[in-house]
């Protein structure tokens, strides 16, 4: 339990960091999400479809719909 609370933390630390970022492109998100990067795996359209991860790059980079 203790553990996951450290994990919770670091997690909730990172996705703050992310969501600070300026630099992120639209393009970059993509290549990163489906393809992967470093030791990210790639995420398939069958996990997270096109249109989900539009909206999460939509937030990302604070682009209006």
Do not use: T, Y
């Amino acid at each position: 339990e203790r553990r996951m609370r450290a994990a919770d933390r670091r997690m909730a630390r990172e996705r703050q960091l992310l969501e600070r970022r300026e630099d992120l492109s639209p393009e970059l998100i993509r290549v990163a999400v489906r393809a992967g990067i470093g030791n990210m795996p790639r995420i398939p359209r069958g996990e997270i479809a096109d249109e989900q991860l539009e909206a999460i790059i939509r937030h990302l980079v604070k682009v209006k719909p």
